[in-house]
Each structure stands twice: as C-alpha cells, then as structure tokens.
C-alpha cells in the first residue's frame, strides 16, 4: 500500500514537498515514481528513482527533486518554483520488479496510492 501526502493550496513561485508511504511490502529495492493528472488530461510522468539513478519529466527538471528514504520505506518530491501549470493529483507508484528501470509509462507500476491534490495559484 502507498499513502501519499503533503498535498495543498501554494502560490506560483512556492515549494511544497510530497510523501509517499509504503506498507504492507517493502519497495526499497523498487522503482518508484511520482505522476500527475490534471483535469481534462491523461497522466503524466514526473520523476522516477531507483537504484540505477533518477529521472525526470522536461517540464519539472531542475524544479522538482525525488528522493527516497529506504530505512523509511518514503520517497519524497520536493517541489519549487512551482507553476500554476502543476496543478494536478499526484501519484505514487512502485514498479513489481527490481531491474532499477526508471520507467516513465504508467502501465510499467504494479501498486498506487490514491493520490494528493497540489493546487498553485497564479
């Protein structure tokens, strides 16, 4: 199970960051990633960390930062200079396997939390 958290209302130029919680099964040798969904659009990929390293979507490099506390079992998104156009749900998600491919398509994440809003006005 993932719980994210740490959603809220920010103004444009602000930070926020996001949690991801995982019980039930450990996930510290996953890949774990961040997406998004504003009204109206598909999901989006955000930022992904596994043991090969991290990646990000263009529209959030140098922005955001994902990382992860194994001990924890958390992975974090940090969250600056945000824009208006960030405004979305956010996810977490945990891929099934362990080769460390930073996957940025949806389908590749077996388990999902229920999503945190992140609102930022203008």
């Known amino acids: 199970q993932l719980v994210e958290s740490g959603g809220g209302l920010v103004q444009a130029g602000g930070s926020l960051r996001l949690s991801c919680a995982a019980s039930?099964?450990?996930?510290?040798?996953?890949?774990m990633a961040w997406f998004r969904q504003a009204p109206g659009k598909e999901r989006e990929f955000v930022a992904a960390?596994?043991?090969?390293?991290?990646d990000y979507s263009d529209s959030v490099k140098d922005r955001f930062t994902i990382s992860r506390d194994n001990a924890k079992d958390t992975v974090y998104l940090q969250m600056s200079s945000l824009k208006p156009e960030d405004t979305a749900v956010y996810y977490c998600?945990?891929?099934?396997?362990?080769?460390?491919?930073?996957?940025?398509?949806?389908?590749?994440?077996?388990?999902w939390g229920q999503g945190t809003q992140v609102t930022v006005s203008s």
């Open positions: 960390t596994s043991w090969r390293g991290k």
């Open positions: 039930g099964r450990r996930f510290s040798s996953a890949s």
């Open positions: 998600a945990a891929a099934g396997d362990m080769f460390g491919i930073t996957y940025s398509t949806s389908t590749a994440y077996d388990y």
